[in-house]
Every structure is written in structure tokens, then in C-alpha cells.
């Protein structure tokens, strides 16, 4: 009876910390869920901190601190790397607080239209750095294989979307499909909102499905450092309240941290992993 409420517990918060990871919401585009095809520029970087939230009717799970950085490795190639530092807690059961699964990534454009639209590849790996004995990681390293799809409309608007197919082959973990649409408005010069659906798919058997709206944006203080922040809830499966909320510096040349922003907006790190929903 122990050993089987022990591996429920244990499945639920790999789950819950690999949505979380992407970054570990995961780390995709922040400050939302989606993400977009759009790479660091060549010989630039972007450096994150921030911290993620999810609760579910059994706990929650937080980043908190987490840090991403991005490099320009090439012409229209990005490296990508999140460290989440973890804390599960369960309504029922001990709090824990260490490192998670660490996410390395490579974003790649392969099609740009002055003007138009963008389509680019983003696949992921979720290393197995984090104790899933603890709730802290999902005890078996994970991939994240998308496409996504970006179309500058005018006038400030701005969308972009795809999905793409997870792959864990860790214990209770399914592999599985996941799906998200963006969409964003320029208010001003210094503030951008935007809102998005996110569909995670089922990640685990024991749980089901969830549909996340999220809503959010960014604020710029400087030329290079801005504020990124969303919150959102489940409309359909599973439960899930979510929240992200981070800082985010640009160096490399002076362009603002609007031009090197405005474009991959798509949360906070928690559905874009394997996720008992998101």
C-alpha cells in the first residue's frame, strides 16, 4: 500500500516539474507556453531569471530560482540552456527544494519571409539531473521535438504557433503530442500583452488532458532588460493554475530588448514538459 501510494506520488511530481521545466514550463517561449521560431541573432545572448508556479489538485510545483541563457552559435541557429532550481509540495506528503532536470535545446530557422511568416525547429532535451525519488525530476531523460510558426500581421499584432511530439520513456510517463497559439499586441513602446491556448496532451496514464489559457506580456525599463510575466488556468481536464514571472537581460549589440523580444514572447516553464497535463 505504501509502495503503491509512494510510486503515484513519485510519477505525479516527475510529471508536474518536467511541465514545469521548460522552462521547464520550461522552458519554452517566455513568458508563455508557445513558443516561436525566431533565434537569438549571431554573436548575441539572452540571460533569464525567473521563477514558475503550478497548482493542481494534489500540490504544487515551483521553480524558483530558475536561470535560461541563449546564444546566437550561428546564422539563424540558437543554443538554449535552463537550470531550475525545484520545490514539490504535495498536499499530502514532505516538501522538497534541489536542482531539476536541466534543458538544453537548439532552435533553428529554416524559412524566413521578409515581412511574413517564419517556421523553424526547436527539439529539446530534458536531462536527467534532477532526484525523481524527491519529486524533482522525471527519472529518465526526455525529448521535446517541435515545429513552430511565426506571421507578423501589422499594426503591433504579432502571432505565432505549431506543436510537435514528447517523447518519455520514463516510468507512467506516455509519449505524446502537444499543440499552442500565441498571440500579441505592442500597447506601447514599453509594453506588450499577449494571450495564448496551449494544449500539453496527456503525458502520464495516470493523469488526463489539459487546455491552459494563459495571458500576459513584458515590460521594458531599458533598451535591454525587461519585466516577463503571465498567469493562467485549465479550461477543459485536468487542473491547473499557472504562473511565471522573470527578468530578462540582452547583450550583444544595441538593439532593445523590444526588437530582440517582440518575436518570442510565446510561460512561464510549466506545460511544455512532460505534463501530467501541461
Known amino acids: 500500500m505504501r509502495l503503491g501510494r509512494s510510486i503515484a506520488l513519485r510519477t505525479f511530481f516527475a510529471t508536474l516539474l518536467a511541465i514545469l521545466a521548460s522552462v521547464p514550463y520550461a522552458h519554452a517561449g517566455p513568458p508563455f507556453l508557445t513558443d516561436d521560431p525566431e533565434p537569438v541573432e549571431f554573436r548575441h545572448f539572452e540571460f533569464y531569471t525567473f521563477s514558475t508556479f503550478d497548482?493542481?489538485?494534489?500540490?504544487?510545483?515551483?521553480?524558483?530560482?530558475?536561470i535560461e541563457l541563449n546564444m546566437g552559435a550561428a546564422p539563424e541557429l540558437q543554443l538554449h540552456i535552463v537550470v531550475p532550481m525545484q520545490v514539490s509540495a504535495p498536499f499530502q506528503g514532505p516538501n522538497n527544494f534541489g536542482i531539476g532536470d536541466i534543458e538544453i535545446g537548439a532552435k533553428y530557422r529554416f524559412l524566413q519571409e521578409k515581412g511574413a511568416r517564419q517556421v523553424g525547429v526547436f527539439p529539446m532535451v530534458e536531462a536527467?539531473?534532477?532526484?525523481?525519488?524527491?519529486?524533482?525530476?522525471?527519472?529518465?531523460?526526455?525529448?521535446?521535438?517541435?515545429?513552430?510558426?511565426?506571421?507578423?500581421?501589422?499594426?503591433?499584432?504579432?502571432?505565432?504557433?505549431?506543436?510537435?511530439?514528447?517523447?518519455?520513456?520514463?516510468?507512467?510517463?506516455?509519449?505524446?503530442?502537444?499543440?499552442?497559439?500565441?498571440?500579441?499586441?505592442?500597447?506601447?513602446?514599453?509594453?506588450?500583452?499577449?494571450?495564448?491556448?496551449f494544449n500539453p496532451g496527456r503525458a502520464s496514464f495516470a493523469t488526463g488532458n489539459s487546455h491552459i489559457l494563459n495571458a500576459g506580456g513584458f515590460y521594458n525599463f531599458t533598451e535591454n532588460f525587461c519585466l516577463l510575466f503571465s498567469a493562467g488556468h485549465s479550461i477543459q481536464g485536468d487542473s491547473h493554475t499557472v504562473g511565471y514571472l522573470g527578468l530578462y537581460w540582452t547583450w550583444g549589440n544595441e538593439r532593445s530588448a523590444r526588437n530582440a523580444r517582440k518575436e518570442t514572447m510565446p510561460v512561464p516553464g510549466s506545460l511544455h514538459g512532460p505534463m501530467a497535463s501541461p
Open 128 to 197: 536527467l539531473s534532477g532526484d525523481a525519488s524527491r519529486g524533482l525530476g522525471n527519472g529518465q531523460t526526455w525529448f521535446k521535438l517541435p515545429v513552430w510558426v511565426q506571421k507578423d500581421l501589422g499594426h503591433g499584432w504579432l502571432t505565432y504557433g505549431g506543436g510537435g511530439y514528447l517523447v518519455n520513456p520514463a516510468p507512467g510517463m506516455r509519449n505524446h503530442p502537444f499543440f499552442g497559439r500565441q498571440i500579441q499586441k505592442d500597447i506601447n513602446k514599453k509594453l506588450t500583452l499577449g494571450a495564448e491556448w
Open 55 to 66: 497548482r493542481s489538485a494534489d500540490g504544487y510545483g515551483v521553480s524558483v530560482p530558475a
